[in-house]
């Protein structure tokens, strides 16, 4: 019997475990399944994140080395590499996406009124892409050149707290401007992005929302026509 609740234990005491059960019924994902649910999978990949697992090879040898202790950390299930790879493959993303979403909602109250480098009380975002290089062997729908794979993601960070607002997956070949046709607009907000996102047409949108961005070279812009 331990007489101290583990660390990763006492973290996930912080989620909303109820929220995370209403999104599993909101897809249904749990319906049939009498092992390994969707819970079970949350708490193993939040461990693999936190511990900085490599592979499912490497979740799978870590956790089995603490087997006695995953009772106690809340996964009450056998964590296997194939078990783990069908439930990842299989599950709806949707889940841990609104998830998320829920989650994120809880942090940005929290650093309401975190300070920024500027005197500034409205909201400030920072915008941009990043390309992820995929094996195009293991995802042939990633095709970004001839030879290669890759997707771009496309992030909305919130400067207080560097909380991310917004994320989007495309494919590698979409332009980061593109997002610009998706992004959540914030009346009052500041957009700071970089050269990459000049679309005049795009970021008069910014400018109808009643919000304000910035170039790369650090002047404020309102574009009007």
């Known amino acids: 019997?331990?007489?101290?609740?583990?660390?990763?234990?006492?973290?996930?005491?912080?989620?909303?475990?109820?929220?995370?059960?209403?999104?599993?019924?909101?897809y249904r994902d749990?319906?049939?399944?009498?092992?390994f649910t969707c819970l079970d999978q949350f708490r193993t990949m939040a461990f693999a994140q936190l511990t900085y697992r490599e592979s499912l090879r490497d979740i799978e040898a870590c956790l089995r080395a603490q087997s006695k202790k995953l009772y106690?950390?809340?996964?009450?299930?056998?964590?296997?590499?194939?078990?783990?790879?069908?439930?990842?493959?299989?599950?709806?993303?949707?889940?841990?996406?609104?998830?998320?979403?829920?989650?994120?909602?809880?942090?940005?109250?929290?650093?309401?009124?975190?300070?920024?480098?500027?005197?500034?009380?409205?909201?400030?975002?920072?915008?941009?892409?990043?390309?992820?290089?995929?094996c195009l062997s293991i995802f042939p729908w990633?095709?970004?050149?001839?030879?290669?794979?890759?997707?771009?993601?496309h992030t909305l960070l919130d400067l207080r707290g560097n909380i991310p607002s917004f994320i989007q997956i495309t494919d590698g070949k979409i332009h980061e401007v593109n997002v610009l046709d998706i992004l959540p607009l914030e009346a009052g907000a500041f957009y700071i992005m970089d050269r990459g996102y000049t679309d005049f047409y795009r970021l008069h949108a910014i400018t109808r929302a009643s919000a304000f961005f910035v170039n790369q070279k650090g002047s404020l812009c309102r574009y009007t026509r």
């Open 72 to 134: 106690h950390m809340g996964i009450r299930s056998k964590v296997s590499r194939s078990t783990l790879a069908e439930a990842n493959e299989t599950w709806d993303w949707r889940i841990y996406a609104d998830f998320a979403h829920h989650l994120i909602g809880i942090a940005r109250k929290l650093y309401l009124n975190e300070p920024l480098a500027v005197e500034l009380k409205n909201t400030v975002y920072a915008l941009d892409a990043t390309t992820i290089d995929l």
């Open 1 to 26: 019997m331990y007489s101290v609740t583990p660390v990763f234990t006492q973290l996930m005491d912080f989620m909303p475990l109820k929220t995370f059960q209403s999104c599993v019924e909101r």
């Open 30 to 35: 749990n319906f049939g399944i009498k092992h």
């Open 142 to 153: 990633a095709r970004f050149r001839e030879t290669k794979g890759a997707v771009r993601l």
